[in-house]
Structure formats: structure tokens, C-alpha cells
């Protein structure tokens, strides 16, 4: 009989203390753990070996309701980065080692040229946010620069040419980035986002839309069909979705893009940006300085 009561005391209190565990969790005192990325074994002999991995693709932009023949280039590199200045650190020792990812595009829209590019630095060490994002957008009429860091809160500042938009600092709650996805996907992409979330559109999408910089309801769906994965991510109240195509298999080469929103004057129509692969090569880009090295410029298909 005795055993019997202890028996019923020890369940009762295990129940209590499950229940407990769960309310508490659900009023935020115990804060969920982050989830340590599930890197490939063979992930530093790809990433870690001193070279960049870089990837060009056919790009046709959507800009002004017309879409516009360009290129666009994907330069992926591991390095050491300055948590306290936000920087690239010259030392390898007490750095936090990052995923840098440098996007560029370029294209013309009649007389005048456009030049977008991005860069994102994203942990290696856990699924956390990315610590750093930049976007620049040069064309004739001007120029524009925003720049989010990630110091426990988003901190973004952001300049423009345009009226009402000359200098911004606004502070956002940490949430998903559109712009570390990309990252993500070279990692782990079984750490996408799926479902129904608050996300932050690209920098570069919302200074070229003039759209509120601010975390959006987004959804996202990843689908695996013919040895690629396709990623992606729809924004219901912005009227866009972005379709990121990749390998299946480390290193989950980003293969093809695809971007549909409206785009025009006064009657915005839906239309469709897309990217395909020309060529990737593997190397140390920086030191690759000289005349002689142009060649491997137009191996690229640039």
C-alpha cells in the first residue's frame, strides 16, 4: 500500500512539474535553444580550403513593367568577422566565423545602367540570425545604401536620394532575413523556414519597391523534385514570391531563382525575374589582380 502512494505522489508531482515546464516556457522564462546547424562532413574541405566560390547566371530583371537582359553573380566565401566593429577581421583567433555572401546584378534599362549588389554574414557556429546585411542600388538618377546590424536588436540605418526616404535608423525586432536565406540554403537547408512567419523582405527589394522596411508575414515551402530542392517564400500582402532552385546534395549549388511581383507605373502587372547558371568556378578571387587574370572574368560568361 505504501509503495503504492509513493507510486501515485511520484506521478502526480512528474505531471506538475511537465505542466509547469510548459506554461513557463509558453510566458518565455525558459527560451528555447538554438539549433546547431547540421553541417556536411565534408563541409571544410569545400568551404574552409581559401577560396571563394563564385557563380554567374543569365538575369532578367523585372524594372519599370519591362523585363531587362543582365547578369547577376553569386560569390560565396568563408572568413573571420568582428563581432564588436562588424567587420572582416584581419585576426582568425576570437573571430566569429561567417558565410559571406556578395550578390551582384547588373543590367540596363534603356540609356541608363543599374548596379544592385548585397552582402550578408551569416554564423557558422549555430542557427542564429545573420550578424550583418548590406545593399547598395547605383544608377544615374542615384544612389541608395542600407545597412541592418544585428546587435541583439536590428539595427538599420539606411540613406536615399528620393525624398522622404534621405535617412533612416529604425530598430526591429529580431525575426527572419529574406537576405540570409541564401545562406542558409549552402548550410543546412533543412533549417529553412517553413510554414506561416514574420520575415524581412530583402534590403535591396524594399528600397527598389519603396516599400516600408518591416517584418512581413511571409510563407515558406520547401519541395524536392528531380534530385533539386526548391525553396519558397511568398509575401500574401505584397503580392511577391521568390523561388530559390538548389541541389539536393552538399554543397546545395544554388542552381536558378525566380522573383514574381508587380512592376510598372500607375498599373503595376505581375511579372517574373529570373536567373539561371552560366558557370562556377572555384578560386581566390582576390588575388586575382592582374591583366592575366582577366580570362577568368570571361570564363564566367561576363
Keep these: 500500500m505504501k509503495s503504492a502512494r509513493l507510486l501515485l505522489l511520484a506521478f502526480v508531482f512528474l505531471l506538475v512539474f511537465v505542466f509547469s515546464f510548459m506554461w513557463l516556457s509558453n510566458k518565455g522564462v525558459f527560451a528555447p535553444r538554438e539549433t546547431p546547424f547540421n553541417l556536411a562532413i565534408n563541409f571544410s574541405d569545400y568551404w574552409q580550403t581559401g577560396e571563394a566560390e563564385i557563380t554567374s547566371y543569365q538575369l532578367k530583371q523585372a524594372r519599370y513593367g519591362e523585363i531587362r537582359e543582365g ?16 567587420v572582416k577581421s584581419n585576426k582568425t583567433t576570437g573571430s566569429l566565423p561567417v558565410l559571406k555572401l556578395n550578390q551582384t546584378r547588373n543590367f540596363l534599362t534603356g540609356i541608363y545602367p543599374y548596379s544592385i549588389m548585397s552582402s550578408t554574414f551569416f554564423p557558422l557556429e549555430k542557427k542564429k540570425h545573420a550578424v550583418k546585411v548590406s545593399a547598395s542600388i547605383q544608377e544615374w538618377c542615384g544612389q541608395v545604401y542600407s545597412q541592418l546590424n544585428n546587435r541583439g536588436v536590428f539595427e538599420l540605418l539606411s540613406h536615399s536620394y528620393f525624398e522622404g526616404e534621405a535617412d533612416q535608423y529604425l530598430e526591429i525586432e529580431p525575426t527572419h532575413l529574406e537576405n540570409e536565406l541564401w545562406s542558409i540554403i549552402r548550410l543546412d ?4 523556414p517553413q510554414g506561416s512567419f514574420q520575415i524581412i523582405p530583402s534590403l535591396e527589394y524594399m528600397r527598389l519597391m519603396h516599400i516600408e522596411p518591416m517584418a512581413y508575414q511571409g510563407q515558406g515551402v520547401l519541395r524536392k523534385k528531380n534530385g533539386s530542392y526548391t525553396y519558397t517564400l511568398s509575401y500574401p500582402s505584397l503580392k511577391r514570391e521568390l523561388a530559390i532552385t538548389f541541389s539536393e546534395k552538399f554543397p546545395y549549388e544554388i542552381q536558378s531563382w525566380k522573383e514574381t511581383y508587380p512592376s510598372g507605373g500607375a498599373k503595376p502587372e505581375m511579372l517574373e525575374s529570373s536567373a539561371t ?23 564566367l560568361g561576363l
Design 71 to 86: 547578369k547577376a553573380v553569386l560569390i560565396y566565401v568563408t572568413e573571420p568577422f568582428n563581432t564588436s566593429e562588424q
Design 277 to 299: 547558371k552560366i558557370k562556377r568556378i572555384k578560386t581566390a578571387y582576390w588575388e586575382k589582380n592582374k591583366k592575366n587574370d582577366t580570362y577568368l572574368y570571361h570564363a
Design 189 to 192: 537547408p533543412l533549417k529553412l
